[in-house]
């Protein structure tokens, strides 16, 4: 069977591939031991540097609640998929340590990182793959969500073994296992996100069409579609059992996340990066532009490697990689008028490929100036880093106050007499009601799930607290119940509840 020639760098064992000297496919580097290392430095600096007492945040308390013994589910809002809740079930079902969750996700994410860039290995040389994953994984975006139960990484992880194993079947439609994989990694990414592997799908669609010499054009195709298909499945089937259908859930989706439509959010992701985990609205001022600079630098860079890509004989995967990492940042830099750094995982996954690409095209060269470009890097790169870790510890001390905090708030409340089972309603419902064990359930807004009727018939039959902070009124079902101050969470000071008659303090309370 011929072969479609794209490969970047020399294939294996084939005697008549030279590769040009001063490029990064010279480098006789054994893909292994490099790739492990940079996964395993990953989860180990995450376990070290973030992830202790960090509490589970509010979306994440979302999907773990769906299988924690700890407390009622909380509404799973329409733009929402249970991908991720799968894949923290086997520890979240089982134990309600947040610690054992930390570890098993982190430990997790070195795996997928490893396995997403192991998938290229025939694609790209490892010190390609080695540079890229050790650049993505140091953001503090991806640092930082190592080990949470969000899914945006995960969408990371699917859509880069998915355009590596699309690029081995389109090279060899006889590949079963590059077939099976691409098809995996598109189903794994809608399973997380079904959306992201829409912009995925077509993205893959349009290079399968689109790139000279590629047999079998029909058979990607097909593969892509299954794969976005049976991942989206349970989303979609769920859309018509508790949403009123498809079309519903959608048109919800887009009003819970603002209407999407044309916006530029550019300027909203670089005022993100300055350590906002959302922006929504961000009409924040760029206090902290140094931790824009990498996002700023970016196209340069992406165009430097492609450049390389194209003088070092790998241009389709590096291309490919550009293409569908600006496909799968486009919708939201574009369609969503708000921003959050995780948002873009999955595109700075892909773009890392032609980053890293440069930088040793950069620093391998057979330049004049090459060590002054060396000594230029090295200083870009340390400062870069620097900037990373300053920003993912403000970060996580920030997440990790709010924790203790939360954890004060649930301890006065059930010293107050709401306990299990109870009902907590009103701000930051979600997860000081995880922690206390109650159920939350919101009269309105975007996780409305009950009637204000329906809550105050529920302070009758159990305890009920309605949380209020600032100058906010309780409503007119609770302004006679009994209030009591609690401890303030963050921004939010002044922070009371409004707890339901008849019920008792403990006698420790």
Known sequence: MQETQFVSGPPERSPRAVP???????????????????????????????????????????YVSQVS???????????????????????AALTTSVAALRVYMAVLAGCGLFLALWVWRRLLPAPVLAL??????????????????????????????A??????????????????????????????RPTDAVWLTLALVVAALAMPRTRRRGLLVLVAAAGVTVGCAEWVIEAYVHYGGLAARLRRASEIQGHLGWYFSVDDHVRALGGRALCRPCDVPWRYPASALWFLALPLFVAGGVLSAVRARSRTPILLATAVGAALAAPYLFTVGYAAPRFLLPAYALLALPVAQCLL???????????????LVVVAVVAHLAIQYALVVGVANRVRRD?????????ELRAQGVRPPCVISGEEAIRVAFRTGCASRQPGGHDGSITPQALAATALEQPVAVLVSGNGRPP???????????????????????VSPGVSRSPTG
């Open 361 to 375: 095209w950069l620093c391998l060269s057979p330049l004049r100036w090459r060590r002054t470009t060396v000594g």
């Open 476 to 498: 007119a079902y609770a302004r006679e119940w009994r209030v009591h101050p609690l401890p303030d969470l963050g921004h939010r000071t002044g922070l009371r509840a409004y």
């Open 163 to 192: 355009v590596g194993c699309f690029l081995r079947a389109a090279r060899d439609p006889g590949d079963g296992r590059a077939l099976i994989g691409m098809g995996a990694g598109v189903a794994f990414a809608a399973l997380m």
């Open 403 to 411: 924790t203790v905090d939360l954890t004060r708030i649930a301890a």
């Open 69 to 91: 013994p700890q407390a009622p589910a909380a509404f799973f809002s329409a733009p929402r998929a249970r991908g991720i809740t799968y894949l923290v079930a086997p520890v």
């Open 132 to 161: 890229a994953g050790a650049l993505f994984a140091s953001l503090w975006v991806t640092m930082f969500y190592a080990s949470q139960a969000m899914p945006n990484l995960w969408v990371a992880y699917g859509a880069l073994a």
């Open 20 to 62: 040009e000297r001063g490029s990064p496919h010279g480098a006789a580097a054994r893909p292994l031991p490099l790739l492990a290392g940079v996964a395993a430095a990953f989860a180990l600096v995450h376990l070290v540097l973030v992830a202790p007492g960090l509490g589970l945040g509010w979306d994440e308390t979302v």
